[in-house]
């Protein structure tokens, strides 16, 4: 069994050495009014997409998210975090115009995480545990064979977590390669038990020893997970 990395309070100034990818997790704001002070550091496009969302608190945890991800970046960088301007890869994933760090994004049921690192693609994701009755026909639809065997194997009141966990790591490795669904999430296996780590791929062997995953747990009701190319990378992180 791996041990879960240790979240450390925010140091005071933020540096990330060539070899470090750095994780923040972050409380998202709920209301109109939380949500304010992160509204005004998003760019107009931003804004309008923000805009569109009708609920008012799916409204404030997309602000928050922008928001909190753009003071971060601009802490890394000693830069204005409303003067940052993002540009969008073909399956839109978000990137530093002109480059300079690379990061990822993440949120879900009021939680955020952030990944940076200087030079290499990341994926992040989080989800909140909740009870997922359709566990098994979603896992049916849209996991690999050895996925729904390993899934199906499990105690029934562990399929949840586990199904999760097989989640958050597959759609890590699809957002550290920036693709969307269209790689065809059955074309490749991940663990779902530790330590975390891509089985199989329809491209081979070398792609699942191109690159690595980790077990993120952010806190008590969430699991996530990150991917990044395989190296011996140190990984920190850090709570606000
Ligand atoms: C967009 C997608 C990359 C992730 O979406 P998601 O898991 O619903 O949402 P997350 O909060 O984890 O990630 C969204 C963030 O990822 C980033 N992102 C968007 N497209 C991306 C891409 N192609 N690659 C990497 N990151 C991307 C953005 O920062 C986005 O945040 P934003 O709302 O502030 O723009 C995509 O995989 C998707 O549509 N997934 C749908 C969910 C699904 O069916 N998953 C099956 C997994 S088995």
């Known amino acids: 069994m791996e041990i879960p990395l240790p979240w450390e309070a925010a140091p005071a100034s933020l540096t990330l050495s060539e070899s470090e990818i750095q994780v923040w997790q972050t409380t998202l704001p709920q209301t109109e009014e939380e949500a304010a002070p992160f509204l005004t550091l998003l760019s107009a496009d931003e804004r309008t997409r923000a805009n569109r ?18 003071l971060l970046l601009g802490a890394y960088l000693g830069a204005d975090p409303a003067q940052l301007r993002f540009g969008y890869g073909p399956q839109g994933k978000p990137a530093l115009e002109g480059g300079g760090l690379h990061f990822n994004l993440s949120h879900s049921g009021g939680l955020a995480l952030c990944a940076f690192s200087l030079h290499l693609p990341l994926g992040i994701d989080v989800e909140q545990l909740r009870p997922q009755d359709t566990a098994a026909q979603l896992a049916r639809r849209f996991f690999s064979a050895p996925e729904v065997a390993a899934l199906e194997g499990m105690l029934p009141d562990r399929r949840a977590e586990a199904f999760f966990t097989c989640w958050t790591r597959k759609e890590a490795y699809l957002k550290a390669r920036g693709e969307g669904l269209g790689l065809g999430l059955g074309s490749f296996a991940v663990s779902l038990g530790e330590p975390a780590a891509i089985l199989r791929s329809d491209e081979g062997e070398g792609e699942c020893r191109r690159w690595r995953l980790w077990s993120l747990r952010p806190r008590p009701g969430y699991v996530g997970a990150l991917c990044a190319p395989a190296s011996n990378w140190s990984l920190r992180c850090f709570y606000k």
């Open 53 to 70: 969302f009708l609920v008012p608190h799916t409204r404030a945890a997309f602000a928050g998210a922008r928001g909190a991800l753009r």
